[in-house]
């Protein structure tokens, strides 16, 4: 589950990075770009088990 989480976070930082360089779709770039970062925070706070 954690790695699904990481994997949707690294995607939404990726499309925030592309919506945001090349294309200028608004506020919704934004969105993407805080729910990566609450993904990769709610990771970091619940620990990986290796």
Not at 47 to 50: A, D, R
């Given at each position: ?20 360089f ?9 969105i ?14 619940k620990?990986?088990?290796?």
């Open positions: 589950m954690s790695n699904l989480l990481y994997t949707i976070a690294i995607i939404l930082v990726i499309l925030w990075a592309l919506g945001f090349v294309y200028s779709i608004g506020s919704i770039i934004h993407l770009l805080v729910i990566a970062v609450i993904a990769i925070l709610f990771r970091l706070i620990g990986s088990k290796i």
